[in-house]
Every structure is written in C-alpha cells, then in structure tokens.
C-alpha cells in the first residue's frame, strides 16, 4: 500500500511541476526575482528534479498568444533559447536515457527544413520552416508600405497624421499577430530576423526622414515588434544588446514581459500592452522610452533606475550590428551543442528487425 501511495504521489508531483515547466520555458522565468544569481532559471530547477519531462509534449500559450505544441526542448529550440538549451545539455540529457537521440529527434521535428548536422556557420535562416518564411517575406513587403506612407506624413511630435500611415503599422501588427486557431509546431516562434528587417529600414530613413517620422517609426514599427519577441530575446533587447554577454545570456529577473521591469516606474509598468503605442525599449541600450507629456518628447528609463529626458532629438540607435551579432552567436552555439551529440537517430535505434 505504501508503495502505491509513493508512486501515485510520485506522479501527482510530477504531473504540477509540469503543468509549471511549460509557461516557465516560454517566459525565461527565473527562480526567483530576487535571486543573486541573474542566469537561474525555474524551468532547469524543475528538469533538474524531473528530466524526463524535458521531452514530453503538450501545447502551451506565451505572452503574446501564440499557441505551440512543443516539449520543453522544443521551446528552448524555438524560443532560440540557446544559454537554456546549454544548461540543458550538461545538466539534464545526460540523466536521460537515449536523451542525446531524443534530443536530435525533437531538432529535426523543430526544424524541418534545416540540415543535420547543422552548418557550423548556418544563418538563423536555415531555422525557418515554411511560417518563418512567409512572415518575413509579408514583413519585408508591409515595411517597404510603411517607408512610403510615413515619407508622405510629417508624424507631428512623432504621431502620424493621416489614415494611410496608421493603417499600414496596423497591417504590420498584424502580421506579427497569432492567426486564429493556429498552433506553431515548427521553426521559431518570432525570428530575429524581423527585427533585422525593421532596423535595416530605420538604419537607411535615418537621414532622409525627420526626427518626427524617426520618432513614430521607433515607437510604432520597432516598439510593436519587441511587443511579439520571445521572452528570451526580450530579456535581451531589455538588457541592451550593446551590453549583453553572449557567454552568460541575458539577466532573467528583468524583461519586456516581466511584471516589474527593472528601473522602470511601477505606475509604468508592466511593458506589456504599452509596447508599440505609448513606448518602446531600445535595444542596443536597453532603456525604455515612454511617449512623455511634452510633444514630441521621450522619457526615458535604464535598469539602474535612471531617468532622463529627451527632447525632438531621437535616441533610438538601433543597430543592425548588434542584432547581426546575436543572431550569429545564437546559431553558433546552437550549432555547436547539436555537433557534440553523439547518437543514431532513435528511429535506427528502435528499428524492429
């Protein structure tokens, strides 16, 4: 009797670290917030106690909406979670049995359309699967829209002035927006590249384009792309790409999706919900920068819990380098963990004779 006890109980333990796991993978969590250690996270606590949940599949919802089917490795793989997945090849597939087969059975399941082994100098690219694809190639097209209407309208104060230029951002939202009924099984949930994309644009209008247009592009176009990021690239662009350290990854008690992001004003936050139309956060430095009370102003915010003020002179500084640089780290390290996997596929190694 005890010993059925223990087992029942077993897996009623089991059963709630799960239903834990998979909204603590897709939100970055960490253990705590208040934690000294700032690259802890929940989700490796709980695999720790209970790896052989790492590769069980259910379907779970992120902060943007976005429904997805995926093990806990496969949202560290679509994620693009690469400093997780780390952790989770030195710490947890070891204590798994025929965990490294496992492991590259959900990859190629993840990315369908990527080689195995991958390229040790693949692009983020080569990680699309056909929705990847075709949401950039609708980005790319919806921005070029956007350069044409925000070139006609003087955005006042940084706020557009004629239906046209509004309409056009709200078609790129909706892009970005998870479609009705759909569950993402594959590929990356938002890819960086769209990010690349929509500073590519603000890197080339940053001459032509008056501080005003430069102002509304950064708030609505880059503002309403950060708001459909992971949680993991939001933590980087809120820590600043100029200072992340690709070693480590980013600082998990802080965030764009966090409850209290760090340094900025509790009456301003959370993030969520304001991204893209009252603010943005720049990502090469990190500070979020609020539509202030004066027209045509920013309040700015950095995690130290400065504040300051800018005037008509926009401080966006996006850099295209910078994302150039995280994408490449991020699929050279992911590159490099699948290359130490040393396994035949499982389904060679449970071929019935």
């Not at 590249?193 to 102002?215: F, N, R, T």
Request: charged fraction near 25%; include cysteine.
């Amino acid at each position: 009797v005890l010993g059925v006890f223990a087992r029942v109980s077993h897996q009623a333990e089991e059963a709630s670290a799960f239903v834990r796991l998979l909204p603590g993978v897709v939100a970055a969590a960490p253990e705590s917030y208040q934690q000294v250690d700032e690259t802890r996270l929940a989700a490796i606590a709980i695999l720790k106690k209970y790896p052989e949940l790492l590769f069980r599949e259910a379907i779970v919802t992120d902060h943007f909406g976005r429904k997805i089917k995926a093990s806990p490795y496969q949202l560290f793989l679509g994620a693009g979670d690469v400093w997780a997945l780390k952790q989770v090849h030195e710490a947890i597939i070891p204590n798994i049995e025929n965990g490294e087969a496992h492991a590259q059975a959900q990859f190629q399941a993840q990315f369908p359309n990527c080689q195995w082994p991958p390229a040790p100098d693949m692009s983020e690219a080569a990680l699309y699967d056909d929705r990847n694809k075709e949401q950039i190639e609708q980005v790319i097209a919806q921005l070029k829209k956007i350069v044409e209407k925000i070139t006609a309208d003087p955005c006042t104060h940084g706020r557009a002035t004629l239906d046209e230029t509004r309409q056009a951002v709200a078609e790129l939202r909706r892009i970005f927006t998870p479609k009705e009924r759909e569950i993402i099984e594959t590929g990356l949930h938002f890819p960086l590249g769209i990010m690349h994309e929509i500073g590519k644009v603000y890197d080339a209008q940053w001459e032509p384009w008056s501080v005003d247009q430069l102002s509304f592009y950064s708030r609505e176009v880059i503002g309403s792309a950060e708001a459909a990021l992971t949680a993991v690239d939001g933590q980087c662009c809120k820590n600043g790409l100029a200072n992340l350290n690709m070693d480590k990854g980013p600082d998990r008690r802080d965030g764009l999706f966090c409850r209290h992001p760090k340094g900025t004003p509790q009456s301003l936050s959370p993030l969520v919900g304001k991204l893209g139309q009252t603010m943005f956060v720049d990502p090469y430095d990190g500070n979020s920068c609020f539509v202030s009370a004066t027209p045509g102003a920013f309040d700015w915010y950095n995690k130290n819990g400065e504040h300051g003020w800018w005037g008509s002179l926009l401080r966006c500084f996006v850099c295209t380098h910078a994302l150039e640089n995280l994408c490449r780290a991020k699929t050279e390290s992911l590159s490099k963990l699948c290359s130490e996997l040393r396994c035949e596929p499982l389904i060679k190694r449970h071929r019935v004779s």
